[in-house]
Structures are given as C-alpha cells and as structure tokens.
C-alpha cells in the first residue's frame, strides 16, 4: 500500500511542472462534460425504487436491502426477508452483483455494492437500484456518487424537514462525468487504493481499542479481586446539585467526546429555551452521569460550565487521581456491575444514587493509581494517532475525489498518467 501511495505522490508532483503540467492545466481549463445518471444506466434496467410495503418477516423468503443497510459492505445475515409472492411483484427491483444500491431515505446519498451472494434479491422503498450499462463502471459511479461534489448536491436536493428524501427523479438528474470507460476503471482503482489503506488503519485501530478496553478490564478486575482496595461509591464521591448560575456557559455530555462546551461543538444540539437556573453546575475532576442511560459510563469534565437537571453531577470526597478514575467509569468492570442495580426496564434503565454509593469500586494507594492512569493514557494517544491518521487520509482522498471526479485532473486507462501524454 506504501508503495502505490508512493508511486501516486510521485505522478502528482510530476503534474505540476512540465510538458504534463502544461497539459494538465489545459485540461482543467477545457473542463469536461456530464451526463445525466438516468442515461449512465443499463437501457433494459432503469433506475428504480423497490418494495413499498414488504409484510411481515418471513423466514426463508426473500432478502431485501433497505437504507439502513446500505453504506458499506451489507451485512447479508441482518437482512429482513418477504415473501415470494410479493418480491414477484417487485421484480422489475431484483438486484444483480454489481448493481449500486442507493439510499434514498434516512442516510440519505450512502451507497453499497450488491455482492454475489444477494443476486436475485429486492430493495425496498427506500433504496434505488442503479444498474450501470456497459460503457461506465459501476465503482467509479459510485465513488462519483460519494464525491464532495454531488454529496452537496443530493443534501440540496433531498425534501422534506423530518423526514427527508430524495426523489427518483432528482437521482436520475445527478450529472456524471462523462469519461472513457478505462479513464473510470483507473480513477477507481486509484480511489480504491486509498480505501484500502484507510481500511487498514481502521483495522488497526480497531485492535488497539480492544487493547486499551483488555487493559482497563484485567486492571480493575485485578482490583477487585483485592477485597481489601475496594471501597464504597459513597465514601469516594458526593452528589451535588450547585445551581444558579446562568452566567456559566452549558455543556454538552457525550459518549464520544465527553463534556465539552456547547458552542465549541461541531454539530447541532439542543439549546435549552429560557431560564438555565435550575441547570446544575459542574466543575473540572467532576463526573456526570445519567442515571437513565448510562450504557457508556460517567464522563469526566475539565471544565467549568452547566448541564440539565437530569444529570447527576458526582464529586470527590477524598484524594485521588482524577484520570484513573475516568479510566475505571468507562471499563465493563463498571458498567457490567452498575447494570445489576437497574430497574423498570420499559421506561428506560433507571438506578437510584444509594444504590449507586453502596457499589464497591476500587481504591488503590494514588501512586498506584497514576502508575496505571499514565499506562492508559499512552494507549489512549496510540489510539488517537491511529484516529488521526485516519481522518488525514480520509481529507486527502476527499481533495483527491474533488480532482479526479471533476475532470480537474484526468487520468489515462493504461499508466495512469495525463491524459494526452
């Protein structure tokens, strides 16, 4: 993969300057055409939607790819199955390896490759099936309906305030480039290229999380199996409820990024209407939780700021390191023995602090505590540079798609150099 990236870096730099760069630009000046996706299709298999209402489970009928599924590989064995007699009624829906099954609803734009195996099954309503004819391929169509370019396009386009959608008819407008059959065979094994390696560093990072969560695991297992280091959740940590300050900036609390202020976050939240005075105040070394869903554990904040009255904020009563604590909230040694102490499990997973505060947790001398929370925070920025690297590679094939599916940079069918060259 190295060596592939590399060559790639080389052809690259070779673009810039030159006989190749003097063509490259002329190209880019030219432009390049598009047509419609509808006529990018196989004549004889339209681009269409699938099942409208599907019935009931039926084991042993037929599998059908709803938009949920799709985004990746499709993982065969989640599918649902209808019945025969309906799929019938939808064959003009059947799927064939190789078509490109597109969400039109939910996770909107998101698309997958029909597999070998899933020949002869359907898709649902939500689903278009794009067959593409013989003179387009149908991974560089994909990676062209992945673009930064049409992504923006089909989030414009898609109706509707709750519940979005993008009609069949804005997905058969979608303007594909019109290039050379061997000109998109290379452009996608380019882009595979790069989706291999990212792959590979989710794989690798995937191995070093459940290093870091195996770690956590014998660590405070092997705590717990030293009766006379554990002590209960009450003698460590207090409820507290300070509250009227709404002068204090709100937080948000996250499994993924834990409590972080609300106006630094990248996404949209919910912003309280009115009066905060009844927020409950939270100061850096505390722990949040909610004690009606607190699957992921308790979230440490180093912050100072406020949170919803729903949240239970924990303190500390004594001496300890911060750090391995935020380590130990967040490891199944925790959340296994918290999820014993839960109750009414239709209305949602609910635990009451005393119930909490008579846990026993583990209370090692604090020497002890910053020797283990230093080894986990060196796993924890092994991790974060596999995270990093990850995110690099994924700007730098969304700069590379940009290029290569707007016809600003073309490529040949053989060498992969300029076109013209």
Same mark, same amino acid.
């Given at each position: 993969m190295q060596r592939i990236l590399r060559s790639w870096k080389r052809w690259r730099r070779g673009l810039r300057g030159g006989r190749r760069g003097a063509m490259m630009r002329n190209r880019q000046s030219a432009g390049i055409s598009t047509t419609p996706l509808a006529t990018v299709a196989e004549a004889r298999a339209p681009i269409v939607y699938g099942i409208v209402q599907p019935g009931p489970e039926t084991p042993g009928g037929v599998p059908f790819v709803q938009s949920r599924d799709v985004g990746g590989v499709i993982e065969i064995k989640s599918l649902q199955r209808t019945s025969l007699e309906i799929a019938e009624q939808y064959r003009r829906s059947k799927i064939a390896p190789g078509d490109i099954l597109f969400s039109l =609803? +939910?996770? !909107? +734009? =998101?698309?997958? !490759?029909? $597999? /070998? &195996?899933l020949d002869g099954a359907n898709i649902a309503r939500g689903v278009a099936r794009i067959r593409v004819g013989a003179k387009g391929d149908p991974d560089f169509v994909r990676y062209v309906l992945q673009g930064p370019v049409l992504q923006r396009l089909i989030a414009r386009n898609a109706n509707g305030s709750t519940f979005r959608e993008l009609s069949i008819e804005e997905l058969r407008k979608l303007p594909i480039p019109d290039v050379s059959l061997p000109e998109q065979r290379k452009i996608a094994e380019i882009l595979r290229a790069w989706d291999e390696a990212i792959e590979k560093l989710e794989v690798l990072r995937g191995a070093k999380l459940r290093r870091i969560t195996s770690v956590r695991q014998r660590l405070f297992e092997a705590a717990y199996a030293s009766h006379n280091r554990l002590k209960r959740a009450r003698d460590v940590f207090e409820t507290v409820? &300070? =509250? /009227? =300050? $709404?002068?204090? $900036?709100?937080? /948000?609390?996250?499994q993924d990024v834990g409590i972080v202020r609300r106006d630094e976050l990248d996404r949209r939240v919910a912003m309280p209407d009115g009066d905060t005075s009844s927020y409950k105040v939270v100061r850096p070394r505390d722990f949040v939780i909610s004690l009606r869903s607190f699957e992921g554990g308790l979230e440490y904040s180093m912050v100072t700021g406020l949170v919803s009255p729903a949240y239970t904020v924990l303190r500390p009563t004594t001496q300890l390191v911060g750090d391995y604590y935020r380590h130990f909230f967040k490891s199944r040694s925790f959340i296994g023995r918290l999820d014993k102490l839960i109750f009414g499990i239709r209305d949602g997973k609910q635990i009451a602090f005393r119930d909490f505060g008579d846990m026993y947790i583990p209370a090692p001398p604090l020497a002890e505590q910053e020797t283990q929370s230093c080894a986990l925070r060196l796993l924890e920025a092994d991790l974060a540079l596999e995270k990093e690297r990850i995110e690099t590679l994924t700007r730098q094939k969304r700069g590379l798609m940009q290029k290569l599916l707007t016809g600003e940079w073309r490529v040949s069918g053989n060498c992969g150099g300029p076109v013209g060259t």
């Amino acid at each position: 993969m190295q060596r592939i990236l590399r060559s790639w870096k080389r052809w690259r730099r070779g673009l810039r300057g030159g006989r190749r760069g003097a063509m490259m630009r002329n190209r880019q000046s030219a432009g390049i055409s598009t047509t419609p996706l509808a006529t990018v299709a196989e004549a004889r298999a339209p681009i269409v939607y699938g099942i409208v209402q599907p019935g009931p489970e039926t084991p042993g009928g037929v599998p059908f790819v709803q938009s949920r599924d799709v985004g990746g590989v499709i993982e065969i064995k989640s599918l649902q199955r209808t019945s025969l007699e309906i799929a019938e009624q939808y064959r003009r829906s059947k799927i064939a390896p190789g078509d490109i099954l597109f969400s039109l =609803r +939910g996770n !909107i +734009g =998101r698309s997958s !490759i029909t $597999p /070998a &195996e899933l020949d002869g099954a359907n898709i649902a309503r939500g689903v278009a099936r794009i067959r593409v004819g013989a003179k387009g391929d149908p991974d560089f169509v994909r990676y062209v309906l992945q673009g930064p370019v049409l992504q923006r396009l089909i989030a414009r386009n898609a109706n509707g305030s709750t519940f979005r959608e993008l009609s069949i008819e804005e997905l058969r407008k979608l303007p594909i480039p019109d290039v050379s059959l061997p000109e998109q065979r290379k452009i996608a094994e380019i882009l595979r290229a790069w989706d291999e390696a990212i792959e590979k560093l989710e794989v690798l990072r995937g191995a070093k999380l459940r290093r870091i969560t195996s770690v956590r695991q014998r660590l405070f297992e092997a705590a717990y199996a030293s009766h006379n280091r554990l002590k209960r959740a009450r003698d460590v940590f207090e409820t507290v409820s &300070e =509250r /009227a =300050r $709404p002068d204090l $900036p709100l937080l /948000a609390v996250m499994q993924d990024v834990g409590i972080v202020r609300r106006d630094e976050l990248d996404r949209r939240v919910a912003m309280p209407d009115g009066d905060t005075s009844s927020y409950k105040v939270v100061r850096p070394r505390d722990f949040v939780i909610s004690l009606r869903s607190f699957e992921g554990g308790l979230e440490y904040s180093m912050v100072t700021g406020l949170v919803s009255p729903a949240y239970t904020v924990l303190r500390p009563t004594t001496q300890l390191v911060g750090d391995y604590y935020r380590h130990f909230f967040k490891s199944r040694s925790f959340i296994g023995r918290l999820d014993k102490l839960i109750f009414g499990i239709r209305d949602g997973k609910q635990i009451a602090f005393r119930d909490f505060g008579d846990m026993y947790i583990p209370a090692p001398p604090l020497a002890e505590q910053e020797t283990q929370s230093c080894a986990l925070r060196l796993l924890e920025a092994d991790l974060a540079l596999e995270k990093e690297r990850i995110e690099t590679l994924t700007r730098q094939k969304r700069g590379l798609m940009q290029k290569l599916l707007t016809g600003e940079w073309r490529v040949s069918g053989n060498c992969g150099g300029p076109v013209g060259t």
